[in-house]
């Protein structure tokens, strides 16, 4: 099946800081990858959606400024955490969407904001 | 944007038993998919099962399956002969058939399951 790898899976980073998280489809082009944000026990809530060669499309509420989206290539997007704070810290999870128009997911990067 | 509804937080089932999992969801289109997506405590999204809402016969996979009511607008999961390694997080989401392809989550239910 398809696979989508994030790195790295758990980042512990200073406030003020900035971090950036990769999403790459491991074994087919993604025209389009998605970003997610999760707490604990909570739903996933979409953040922005990334596409080939253009700018990222950001959900109501999303600082696009503070979350920098970089889809450079079919297989790689990344999501930069600018001027990190502790409330940033969450669990954010990508998806990929294949040509079959599926959507797979990474397995998740744990970010810590001390 | 597309509502999911999961009514229930959480969901106790004994080892071999069968549970329910409900969902409803909103939408004026008449073509669109649905999905169950599990999350166990490793926190990776699995897909569970997939229903194409043009397609009148439920979606089965294994001891999977679903109830596709589509005029109640409603897509309940059902997992039988439970497992323990079926414990996780359970997701239902809509995905539009024709626009940009974001699925929208429901709010989960946590199952667990009784030795």
């Known amino acids: 099946g398809a696979v989508v790898s994030q790195h790295p899976s758990w980042v512990i980073c200073k406030s003020g800081t900035s971090v950036k998280i990769e999403c790459r489809s491991l074994d087919f082009q993604a025209t389009t990858m998605f970003w ?11 953040m922005a959606t990334s596409n080939e060669g253009s700018k990222a499309t950001y959900e109501q509420g999303v600082e696009k400024d503070k979350f920098l989206i ?10 930069t955490v600018t001027s990190a704070h502790p409330e940033d810290s969450s669990f954010y999870i990508c998806s990929a969407r294949a040509p079959t128009y599926e959507q797979y997911f990474g397995p998740g990067t744990r970010l810590t904001v001390t | ?12 089932v004994q080892e071999a038993e069968t549970v329910t999992l409900s969902c409803t969801y909103d939408t004026s289109e008449s073509d669109y998919y649905l999905f169950w997506y599990k999350q166990p405590p490793s926190r990776q999204m699995i897909l ?5 809402a043009y397609k009148q016969q439920n979606a089965t996979e ?11 607008k409603s897509f309940s999961l059902k997992i039988s002969d439970s497992q323990l390694g ?3 997080m359970y997701f239902c989401a809509y995905r539009s058939a024709w626009s940009d392809y974001k699925l ?9 399951v009784r030795a």
């Open chain 1, 36 to 46: 997610y944000r999760q707490f604990p026990k909570q739903s996933l809530m979409l």
């Open chain 2, 1 to 12: 944007a597309q509502t999911v509804t999961q009514s229930q937080p959480e969901m106790s």
């Open chain 1, 70 to 79: 970089n889809h450079a290539s079919l297989t790689l997007s990344t999501l």
């Open chain 2, 86 to 88: 079926d414990a996780a």
């Open chain 2, 48 to 52: 569970v099962i997939r229903q194409e």
């Open chain 2, 104 to 112: 929208s989550f429901g709010a989960g239910t946590t199952v667990t």
């Open chain 2, 62 to 72: 294994n001891r999977f399956s679903v109830n596709f009511q589509k005029a109640a």
